[in-house]
């Protein structure tokens, strides 16, 4: 059976940023995912921290996608969510596994995902208990989602013996060398997990080679001093610490397209391009992909395409998180 090709993979793990009332909808409307169908939800209450759904395309390829950050500041869990970002602290062992860590941020994510269920009760684990013998499943999220992709794979692998595959797109390492091991040679999951990443993407370079992006964007807009001794102070204190990040799978890079800058500031005019070069559109845009059936709109809310919302900055008074 084929594997899922990366416009599809990355289309529903940007789909898993929008209002999960409307995914069915997303599915349909995105070209890369027409055929796909929901074939798993949480019942939601509010707005979990962690989110993710399951979809497939009635050939046997079943997709768990990982939502990333949420995508509204004003809202509880994308804060949370932020700190699970966070690569200090005390990490957390893996079960099993002398010596393999885990971020504390990315235990708490993936603890939380694994407790969600469906109105039945069930978990993902229990409906992928029901699927056929021969399902091809694969595991996939954008950052957040994306350092948090291996490692709900590894869980799946664990505790199901199923077949499993991931791809993460600008994730983050989410654990030590030694838990990096534990997709290597001789393992369950050789071979079966892929890491793509923009390489603009400041985001995909944390936390085992933070000072490469030191010098991106030349000729502008660079960071300048204040963003080199940020770069520094991150890098020392993650070697101090003994970390040991290090990267999980096989290395997919996109090679990044910088944009012309707009906005005379520097610094500020950095930030835009981080961001940009982080969004999921840019992602299926550098993977020849149409963009989402909607618009996150400078992180901060989604909306569909062609909505007024879409070409006005978010207004910090409106905390609106999915317009209709």
Request: hydrophobic share 40%; glycine share 10%; proline share 7%.
């Amino acid at each position: 059976m084929s594997e899922v090709h990366d416009d599809i993979l990355m289309t529903l793990a940007g789909i898993a940023y929008g209002d999960p009332s409307k995914i069915s909808e997303y599915l349909a409307a995105a070209q890369p995912t027409q055929g796909w169908q929901l074939a798993w939800m949480p019942d939601l209450q509010g707005v979990p921290d962690n989110f993710m759904f399951m979809a497939t395309d009635g050939l046997g390829h079943y997709v768990v996608a990982i939502r990333g950050t949420y995508p509204n500041p004003f809202s509880e869990a994308y804060w949370n969510d932020g700190s699970q970002d966070s690569p200090f602290g005390e990490m957390v062992n893996w079960p099993g596994a002398q010596g393999a860590k885990i971020s504390a941020g990315t235990n708490t994510g993936f603890t939380n995902l694994i407790a969600l269920t469906d109105d039945g009760g069930k978990n993902l684990i229990d409906c992928l208990a029901d699927l056929p013998a021969n399902a091809n499943i694969t595991v996939t999220g954008h950052s957040l989602g994306g350092t948090l992709t291996p490692v709900l794979a590894l869980h799946i692998t664990n505790v199901s013996g199923l077949k499993v595959n991931a791809t993460s797109y600008a994730g983050l390492t989410p654990g030590n060398k030694k838990f990096a091991d534990l997709f290597g040679v001789g393992t369950a999951l050789e071979g079966k997990v892929r890491r793509v990443y923009n390489t603009l993407d400041s985001v995909s370079y944390g936390w085992d080679r933070v000072w490469a992006t030191h010098d991106f964007y030349q000729p502008a807009p660079e960071g300048g001093s204040v963003v080199s001794a940020l770069l520094l102070a991150t890098e020392a204190r993650l070697k101090l610490g003994g970390y040991d990040y290090a990267a999980v799978g096989a290395a997919i890079p996109l090679e990044g397209v910088l944009e012309k800058p707009t906005i005379p500031c520097t610094l500020i005019a950095y930030v835009i391009e981080n961001l940009h070069q982080h969004m999921p559109d840019t992602y299926l845009s550098l993977l020849g992909a149409p963009p989402l059936p909607f618009s996150i709109i400078w992180g901060s809310m989604t909306v569909p395409r062609g909505h007024d919302a879409a070409t006005t900055a978010a207004s910090p008074s409106g905390p609106v998180i999915h317009i209709a």
